[in-house]
């Protein structure tokens, strides 16, 4: 069986995502977009994902991407798929990825199936097309995922076309508690949005062992997934307020923070704290501790490290050719000493996904830190991706100046 995931804005992080979790042997890109995987979709870990907005199972594959036959297509076989629906109001709705087709005539089709789904004497309600693809909010206002729902989208690949039933979306709103409700938040020390902590813990952590996740097969559809307690620990030598911390929490890893501000590890403690009260976490085992990167001790056990490091000075328009070389040279002095510190303290083969600065000097034009280069003299292997180059590990804004180059090493 063959899941397929619609990535987010960034879709060569959240390919890198699931490459790092599932082999990319299991992965088979379509367009830029859009990802099938080789895995069971009770399998597929999608909450833990911060890089795919949608899941969906695949239904068939037509050998055109004419839209004309594609509708051709649906209006018969739609009125009877509906009836193996339960009673009640059909929610209907069409997305298309990749085929040359107005959001217009989407929205035409879509009125075609539901004439021709209503002569069954089903109700129908149709989610209008405001562009070619509904948004997370849009299906999530609209029940598409529910027991009545049905998202179909269409994805070209090549000279066929996928037709896949969306099964999930982002959680928006959980994202939002988590990222705006915490009782600790600092804007001075940066603000790491969930969705790329998630990223950089799936980086660091690499292949999912597949005996912690099989007993999700058993779980009826309409009950929330417990998350497996994985017994492995996720170091952040940089925690701040801890947003690495609760991810990684959440997806039941131990979790281990040390930060050389005295506040932040306060900051991280009334954190997690809050999250164990509003999320009602299965036990975990958490470890908090002022200290310097670049010059603390940890406690083992340490199985992974994913961290946003010093990223050094806020710029909100391109700085000087002097103050930048600075910034530079400082930054990278800070991550030279952390990774030269850590790699006594970590076992051979032990993988790290810290999120180090870039700067944007160009529209896509980026000055990288020197150390990049010296990766293989510190002592580390540079993990590369099949289906992506580490130069695509980029997490930025086109108007943004201080980037997130997100670097995946493993210790030699």
Same mark, same amino acid.
């Given at each position: 069986?063959?899941?397929?995931?619609?990535?987010?804005?960034?879709?060569?992080?959240?390919?890198?995502?699931?490459?790092?979790?599932?082999g990319a042997d299991k992965i088979r890109p379509v367009g830029e977009q859009v990802a099938v995987i080789d895995v069971d979709p009770c399998l597929l870990a999608f909450d833990r994902l911060g890089g795919a907005v949608k899941f969906c199972k695949i239904l068939t594959t037509l050998d055109t991407t004419n839209w004309g036959k594609i509708e051709k297509f649906l209006v018969q076989v739609s009125p009877q798929q509906s009836q193996q629906m339960p009673e009640g109001k059909m929610l209907l709705g069409l997305s298309v990825i990749g085929l040359e087709v107005s959001a217009q005539r989407i929205e035409a089709t879509g009125l075609s199936l539901k004439k021709a789904i209503r002569k069954t004497g089903r109700p129908v309600r149709l989610v209008p097309n405001k562009s070619t693809e509904l948004n997370t909010a849009q299906i999530l206002h609209n029940k598409l995922t529910g027991?009545?729902?049905?998202?179909?989208?269409?994805?070209?690949?090549?000279?066929?076309?996928?037709?896949?039933?969306?099964?999930?979306?982002?959680?928006?709103?959980s994202y939002t508690r988590r990222d705006r409700e915490r009782p600790k938040r600092d804007a001075k020390v940066g603000m790491l949005p969930p969705k790329l902590?998630?990223?950089?813990?799936?980086?660091?952590?690499?292949?999912?062992?597949?005996?912690?996740?099989?007993?999700?097969?058993?779980?009826?559809?309409?009950?929330?997934?417990p998350l497996p307690l994985l017994e492995q620990t996720i170091?952040?030598?940089?925690?701040?307020?801890?947003?690495?911390?609760?991810?990684?929490?959440?997806?039941?890893? @131990?979790?281990?923070?040390? *930060? $050389?501000?005295?506040?932040?590890? %306060?900051?991280?403690? =009334?954190?997690?704290e809050w999250l164990n009260e509003k999320f009602r976490l299965a036990?975990?085992?958490?470890?908090?501790?002022?200290?310097?990167?670049?010059?603390?001790?940890?406690?083992?056990?340490?199985?992974?490290?994913?961290?946003?490091?010093?990223?050094?000075?806020?710029?909100?328009s391109t700085p000087t050719g002097e103050i930048l070389a600075q910034t530079?040279?400082?930054?990278?002095?800070?991550?030279?000493?952390?990774?030269?510190n850590i790699h006594g303290q970590i076992e051979s083969g032990t993988r790290l996904c810290i999120a180090v600065p870039a700067w944007q000097i160009r529209r896509d034009q980026f000055k990288f830190l020197p150390l990049i280069d010296q990766i293989d003299d510190l002592?580390?292997?540079?993990?590369?991706?099949? @289906?992506?180059?580490?130069? *695509? $590990?980029?997490?930025?804004?086109? %108007?943004?100046?201080? =980037?997130?180059?997100?670097?995946?090493?493993s210790k030699k």
């Open positions: 069986m063959q899941s397929l995931l619609v990535l987010g804005r960034q879709p060569a992080l959240g390919l890198a995502e699931i490459e790092s979790l599932y027991p009545n729902g049905w998202e179909l989208v269409f994805i070209r690949d090549g000279d066929k076309t996928i037709v896949a039933q969306t099964v999930k979306v982002q959680d928006i709103e902590a998630q990223i950089l813990i799936n980086l660091a952590v690499g292949q999912l062992p597949e005996d912690k996740l099989e007993s999700i097969c058993e779980i009826p559809a309409d009950q929330e997934i170091l952040d030598p940089f925690c701040g307020t801890g947003v690495v911390l609760q991810e990684a929490a959440l997806m039941g890893y @131990h979790v281990y923070g040390t *930060d $050389l501000e005295p506040r932040m590890i %306060d900051y991280s403690r =009334a954190n997690l036990p975990v085992c958490s470890r908090l501790e002022v200290g310097d990167a670049t010059t603390h001790q940890w406690q083992k056990p340490i199985d992974f490290v994913a961290t946003e490091t010093y990223l050094g000075r806020p710029f909100t530079v040279m400082d930054c990278n002095l800070i991550i030279k000493k952390f990774l030269r002592g580390y292997n540079r993990m590369s991706f099949e @289906h992506l180059g580490n130069e *695509d $590990l980029l997490y930025y804004r086109e %108007d943004q100046i201080v =980037a997130r180059q997100l670097l995946v090493i």
